[in-house]
């Protein structure tokens, strides 16, 4: 047996040993996902003890290196990892902002020091993080941002408003892009972390068109974080702020469809067939899906050899989130009059409803399309112009 | 397996782009088109395509070829379709290839040879109405003799008159719209009883409208097994979409590549055009859909490589992808273009006409997305 087959036979013993039945069936909804911190409550002892026997393997962050919390797999093994995980029907053990984006972040950026301390209670499922980015006046256009931390010594004393802060009100520390510099637009950045108990941090849920409140305005008033607490150089936080929407948009991008290559029209049968029209429509929506799964395959193939245009995310992005906004579409059409149910339990809560509008936001978030095709057009087509 | 190529396909692909670019660039087609070729392509470009060895690049190693796959054979019609280059590569060394391979041995050694070297050209004989209906075929084999006796017409038989033998499917049991009955059978050109009436198509392709008027062919005629004809068909049906979609991804591509090169030069209201977001926003779209396009090929020839059972599903979805992106390349290359596009002088029309006719040999993206549901459950 080669290393990877070992491996790939360990893992699934351990998984099969490890991961509780309860933990092996769909999550239903966002209740069922684990999301850590500090003010947690987990749903059942199930996922409490799947997470503990991640946290114990350092499968909750796999390829992170040990000493940070991981199991220091590699790439190839996280894959196997993953497929045998889904194979098994496993939940993710624990969701959360701080691996999918601040930890690859201090990875590059952080001093050992942070490494070991944030990406360690992030691995342990400790601390729930929200991202600080966008403002009110600062959307498309982020490095236009205001919010300002004052330079007192050993210390900076931060005023202002963020916007769009995912579960700012669950979440117990934030990473934050700060302006430290007013004479200097992209170099008078910092990327700073606080814990949101901190006095002066205050949030307010918005309620977006879904019914649901993912999101947060979150106020600073007279905020004081301490200098030790910021990830790169002073006036440098935008280097890191793009490094990390890169990940975010990778990780949008993957979003195309939760089906994977499984077609949603095979259960739509009856319906499609009383409709030719929408019927053609699905059928050219599956010839776009299976598409976009090789076109991932390929980009991440590139990528990892380097092959990959250093701008290439951005149209994964785009193409990614277009299509992500189709399918739920053609959800709403098929589902006819029962997909408009907004409460009722035959209609799961109006779950198709409030996914398909919770989907528009896909090409906003993280950078719009029209963003993202500009710089599809200057960077990797290199078309003239500002 | 990768999505990426590895080193010897780069090299292939250097080399086919390096002759394609030398010997059978654009002006190469408009010289034979120009001059009215009844053939439609050069059969000294023929030649060369065997001394290069690409015209038994899917032909097996112990029947002296390459032995190569779809991705191989894909890398020399991506080129074919970025310069236009008229041949009978798609034909025959990719769609006939693919059923002759599953022919006895007395059958291959027939054939192969003069594929290998260039002499051969092999027409496929499958179409009986205007659109792709590969199993209403009608056209009927009569056991007779010591063989069987054809009788049907057939039609979009791309370079038909050109070529020195005809892959026929007719029907030797069962009811047109069963995929049962079917049988392929290699005839001869000169068959008796055979006649064909070639037809000029909008790419300046030239493809034959064909009569089988009581046609007699040996036993030995048969390619795989007699009723079994589907199977075979299937293949070489396969080859043929998954190799018009690799011509179309070079098609669309050479079109993108050209359009984009003018919107960095054409200058209005004082400035190139290529600094309108209106334009901008577009091209992006269009380098998606082509790279989209580019990778779904590529999963489906390395599919169909592997022997996978999904290949047939994403050979569909290829095709359809690769007619969808191909054309949208063609036409925003007209629009963007502007009045220089409407020219027979200019290029990018002619990458249109080739789009047009490429979209419709072996299915176009409707009867290939309808597959796809069909394929994917509904």
């Not at chain 1, 510099?181 to 008078?188: A, I």
């Given at each position: 047996m080669s290393d990877l087959e070992t491996f790939r036979a360990e893992a699934r013993a351990w998984l099969e040993e490890n991961c509780p039945a309860e933990m092996r069936t769909p999550a239903?909804?966002?209740?069922?996902v684990c999301w850590g911190g500090r003010n947690f409550l987990f749903q059942s002892e199930a996922q409490k003890l799947w997470l503990e026997a991640c946290v114990a393997k350092g499968?909750?962050?796999?390829?992170?290196p040990k000493a940070y919390g991981?199991?220091?797999?590699?790439a190839q093994e996280t894959k196997i990892l993953r497929h045998e995980m889904a194979k098994l029907g496993c939940r993710s053990p624990l969701n959360s902002f701080g691996i999918w984006m601040l930890g690859p972040a201090l990875l590059k950026f952080g001093t050992e020091e942070q490494k070991i301390h944030y990406m360690g209670q992030i691995a342990r499922g400790e601390i729930r993080w929200c991202q600080g980015y966008s403002e009110p006046g600062s959307g498309?256009?982020?490095?236009?941002?205001q919010t300002f931390g004052e330079d007192k010594g050993d210390h900076w004393v931060v005023n202002g408003q963020k916007i769009w802060t995912s579960y700012a009100d669950k979440a117990d520390w934030i990473f934050c892009l700060v302006r430290t510099?007013?004479?200097?637009?992209?170099?008078?950045i910092s990327f700073l972390l606080f814990d949101?108990?901190?006095?002066g941090v205050s949030t307010k849920p918005i309620k977006l068109i879904s019914g649901n409140s993912p999101f947060c305005e979150t106020f600073f008033d007279n905020v004081v974080v301490p200098k030790?607490?910021?990830?790169?150089?002073i006036n440098r936080g935008w280097d890191v702020a793009k490094y990390l929407l890169g990940h975010e948009r990778e990780m949008i991008s993957?979003?195309?469809?939760?089906?994977?290559?499984?077609?949603?029209?095979a259960a739509m049968k009856a319906t499609l067939a009383e409709e030719p029209v929408l019927r053609a429509q699905m059928a050219l929506f599956d010839v776009d899906n299976l598409t976009f799964r090789a076109h991932g395959e390929r980009f991440m193939d590139e990528w990892k050899t380097g092959k990959?245009?250093?701008?290439y995310s951005n149209l994964m992005k785009y193409v990614g989130t277009e299509l992500n906004k189709k399918r739920n579409e053609l959800v709403m059409s098929i589902g006819g009059?029962?997909?408009?149910?907004?409460?009722?339990e035959r209609a799961n809560g109006g779950s198709k409803a409030r996914n398909w509008l919770r989907t528009k936001a896909n090409s906003i978030e993280g950078g719009t399309s029209e963003v993202m095709l500009n710089v599809v057009s200057k960077r990797i087509l290199e078309m003239p112009g500002g | 397996m990768a999505m990426t190529l590895n080193d010897d396909q780069n090299m292939l692909r250097d080399s086919a782009r390096d002759f394609m670019a030398s010997e059978a660039p654009v002006t190469h087609f408009r010289k034979f088109r120009d001059m009215g070729c009844?053939?439609?392509?050069?059969h000294g470009l023929w030649k060369q395509f065997a001394e290069m060895g690409f015209?038994?690049?899917?032909?097996?190693e112990a029947d002296?070829?390459?032995?190569?796959?779809q991705i191989e054979a894909g890398i020399v019609l991506e080129e074919i379709g970025r310069n236009l280059s008229p041949s009978p590569f798609l034909t025959t060394s990719v769609a006939a290839v693919a059923a002759l391979k599953l022919a006895d041995k007395a059958m291959r050694d027939r054939w192969f040879p003069g594929i290998l070297a260039g002499e051969t050209v092999i027409g496929i004989?499958?179409?009986?109405?205007?659109?792709?209906?590969?199993?209403?075929?009608?056209c009927v084999a009569e056991r007779s003799g010591n063989g069987f006796k054809l009788t049907g017409q057939k039609q979009f038989v791309v370079q038909g008159a050109s070529s020195d033998m005809l892959i026929v499917a007719a029907r030797t049991?069962?009811?047109?719209?069963?995929?049962?009955g079917l049988t392929l059978f290699a005839v001869d050109?000169?068959?008796?009883?055979l006649s064909m009436e070639a037809a000029r198509l909008v790419d300046s392709a030239v493809a034959a409208h064909v009569k089988l008027d009581g046609v007699q062919v040996d036993?030995?005629?048969?390619?795989?097994?007699v009723d079994g004809g589907w199977a075979v068909l299937s293949k070489m049906l396969d080859a043929g979409r998954v190799g018009a979609a690799a011509e179309m991804v070079g098609v669309g591509t050479g079109a993108m590549d050209m359009t984009f090169e003018y919107l960095k030069t054409r200058k209005q209201f004082d400035r190139?055009?290529?600094?309108f977001q209106a334009l901008q926003h577009r091209a992006a779209h269009l380098y998606g859909e082509m790279e989209g396009a580019r990778s779904i090929v590529l999963k489906a020839q390395s599919l169909m490589d592997e022997g996978h059972a999904k290949a047939e599903l994403y050979v569909a979805a290829a095709k359809a992808k690769a007619g969808l992106a191909c054309n949208l390349s063609v036409r925003e290359g007209v629009q963007m273009h502007?009045?220089?596009?409407?020219?027979?002088?200019?290029?990018i029309g002619l990458y249109m006409k080739r789009d047009r006719s490429l979209n419709e040999f072996f299915g176009d993206a409707y009867y290939h997305a309808d597959r796809v549901a069909t394929m994917s459950g509904y």
């Open positions: 239903k909804g966002d209740e069922d499968y909750t962050v796999p390829d992170w991981g199991a220091g797999l590699s498309s256009d982020l490095v236009s941002m510099d007013k004479t200097n637009k992209y170099h008078g949101m108990e901190t006095p030790h607490q910021i990830v790169g150089e993957g979003m195309g469809g939760d089906g994977g290559v499984t077609s949603i029209g990959a245009h250093p701008a009059s029962q997909a408009l149910e907004w409460e009722s | 009844k053939d439609g392509f050069s015209t038994g690049i899917l032909i097996p002296g070829g390459m032995g190569m796959g004989a499958i179409e009986e109405g205007v659109k792709h209906r590969p199993e209403k075929i009608a049991a069962g009811a047109a719209g069963e995929t049962d050109k000169d068959a008796a009883g036993a030995d005629a048969v390619i795989g097994e190139v055009i290529g600094e502007g009045g220089i596009g409407m020219t027979d002088e200019y290029d």
